[in-house]
């Protein structure tokens, strides 16, 4: 490395000392503390951030500040890769030492190594480029600039700043400038509503969807979503859209609103009210990449009818696996007809066991990876329809890029035999889908348009969807224990190897529990070892929950909560 290179990166890493006595680490989702803690770690992401670029060939590389759901004083920051995906895995380790460097010759040191190591070209490319965002956190202001400190650090290394977004904005917008087609807000506003208008046209001249049906409100969580879909929702027609908790009147971010509130407590957030029985409602989380919808049953109580991001999962399946069966229709013998797309449906262990059910017996085939869209993406990816989602509403369906070339030519096969056929309308429908969901990543205003398309197309109220399977029951704990990495699992976190012992004794409890099924895991963003258990009433899922917490206190430490 020059001697220029290593000055610069020693004098400019000076001005942002780590704080003392804190441990961070790159883990489900990046980065997260409380932001007065994070100036020196959003720093050295910024110089991460440059380096991936030219690892990449200087691909567009984001990064992205923010703390989702958490509370406001938190924050965060997060890397893009190339494809728009999550940051490869094999870097996280690097992430975390440079986090944790405890001076700045440490600091060079590890860039040094880590250079050599990866064999990532300094000089003689094309230089780094890094798109920036954040969400609305006053504390993300000054966050951005030491981001753009720390990019400045590699020398000809360029950030280009993008302002206030969502995550999956930043995220697509890395996605688009990488495939080389237009990336800005604007053109992703006008993606969203020009597939969206697409799958309207093409909706079913028969279908019986009740106008009443018609108006959605939606929890922006007093975030970033709720103002950006303000500006989506003047670019569509046929849907009826009240933005509440858009953060102008005053409201906390995520303080008693938005999709981790909703979906934790199962309570209507603020802003809601016995007025709204009945009403189809969505929210979103505070960075607008989680979704879940809700009904408000009775004037009554506070509890709500949640409908997941699992359910959300079974609506999009059903939809994508009609169409699929459409386009397979008999009447042509050509060749291209008889391509066989596969279609996976990627859960975790969290999701509810009713859902799994549900997809199986639609003959779906449906598969499980450890908790954390890095995992669930990358296992979409494999299929030429792969759809995911989290229990907690994040999620998406990737298409991989021969079945969108196929779908092409069939469309325009189709097209040139009999124009506005049965088939082709379900080409076009599944091209739609391809361009109006987001490809990089979950995005709670993409999959809300899809949803509302969706429920139009079949003709169906939220109470109609609801009712596609009945959840059982479940309970999440929280058990503080002394040291959460004792906990090792297997098969997408559905067994524990180790400590020994300890499963035979989950086993043993949950055989007394008429469909239970209980799991154990280190959460990756709280030091704690999370509980999950369902059975066949509440009572039984609560009870099961607290044997199963008692035996992760007996095996491994002190009090649960
Ligand atoms: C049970 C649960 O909801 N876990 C969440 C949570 O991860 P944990 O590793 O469980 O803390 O945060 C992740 C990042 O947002 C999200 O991907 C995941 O689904
Ligand atoms: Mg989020």
Redesign the pocket.
């Known amino acids: 490395m020059k001697e220029q290179q290593q000055s610069l990166l020693l004098s400019s890493s000076a001005r942002f000392p780590p704080p003392q006595g804190v441990r961070l680490s790159y883990g ?2 990046g980065f997260r503390a409380d932001a007065g803690l994070l100036q020196s770690t959003v720093y050295r992401v910024g110089i991460l951030a440059a380096l991936r670029s030219l690892k990449m060939d200087s691909s567009v590389i984001g990064l992205v500040i923010t703390a ?1 759901h958490n509370k406001e004083s938190d924050n965060g920051v997060k890397i893009a890769d190339p494809s728009g995906g999550m940051l490869s895995q094999h870097w996280e380790p690097f992430a975390d030492a440079l986090a944790n460097a405890p001076s700045p010759q440490h600091l060079l040191h590890l860039i040094i190594e880590f250079v050599e190591k990866e064999n990532i070209p300094l000089e003689g490319v094309r230089p780094a480029q890094i798109l920036l965002g954040r969400d609305t956190r006053p504390s993300g202001e000054s966050l951005l600039e030491a981001a753009k400190q720390g990019i400045s650090s590699i020398l000809g290394a360029v950030a280009i700043d993008m302002g206030i977004v969502t995550t999956p904005q930043l995220h697509w917008m890395v996605r688009a400038r990488n495939k080389g087609v237009k990336a800005s807000e604007l053109d992703y506003f006008e993606q969203l509503s020009s597939s969206f208008r697409c799958l309207m046209d093409l909706i079913p001249s028969g279908s019986t969807f009740n106008e009443l049906d018609n108006k959605l409100v939606v929890d922006g969580a007093n975030g970033v979503g709720g103002e950006k879909l303000e500006v989506l929702k003047k670019m569509l027609d046929g849907l009826a859209i009240e933005v509440r908790n858009s953060g102008k009147d005053g409201g906390v971010l995520n303080e008693g609103v938005g999709a981790d509130y909703v979906q934790k407590e199962k309570v209507v957030p603020c802003g809601f009210s016995s007025q709204d029985v009945g009403i189809r409602c969505a929210s979103l989380d505070g960075d607008a990449d989680r979704l879940v919808y809700f009904s408000v049953p009775s004037e009554s109580s506070s509890k709500i009818d949640l409908v997941d991001g699992d359910k959300i999962l079974s609506l999009f399946a059903v939809f994508i696996k009609e169409q699929l069966s459409i386009l397979k229709k008999e009447g042509h013998t050509d060749v291209n007809s008889d391509y066989q797309p596969r279609l996976g449906v990627i859960q975790t262990a ?1 999701a509810n066991g009713a859902s799994t059910d549900y997809l199986r017996r639609l003959g779906l085939e449906v598969l499980f990876t450890p ?3 890095k995992y669930l993406h990358e296992k979409a990816a494999e299929y030429d329809i792969g759809i995911y989602f ?1 229990a ?1 509403g ?1 999620g998406t369906i990737v298409f991989s890029e021969s079945f969108l070339c196929w779908l092409e030519s069939r469309n325009n096969e189709l097209s040139s035999v009999v124009k506005g056929s049965e088939q082709q309308k379900a080409a076009l429908r599944l091209l739609a889908v391809s361009k109006l969901i987001n490809q990089a990543v979950g995005d709670a205003l993409s999959g809300l348009l899809l949803v509302e398309v969706i429920l139009q197309h079949m003709g169906w109220s939220i109470h109609r969807w609801t009712e596609f399977y009945r959840d059982l029951p479940s309970r999440q704990l929280k058990v503080k224990v002394v040291d959460r990495t004792a906990v090792v699992t297997a098969n997408a976190e559905t067994v524990v190897v180790k400590p020994p012992g300890i499963q035979e004794a989950i086993n043993a409890e949950t055989a007394k529990y008429p469909q239970g099924r209980s799991f154990i895991r280190p ?4 030091d704690v070892i ?1 509980v999950y258990a369902e059975a066949s009433t509440q009572e039984a899922a609560d009870s099961l929950a607290n044997s199963v917490a008692k035996l992760v206190d007996q095996f491994l430490g002190f009090s649960s909560s």
């Open positions: 489900t989702a989702s969290y908790t954390g869209v989290e907690n994040h959460s990756g963003t709280e999370r």
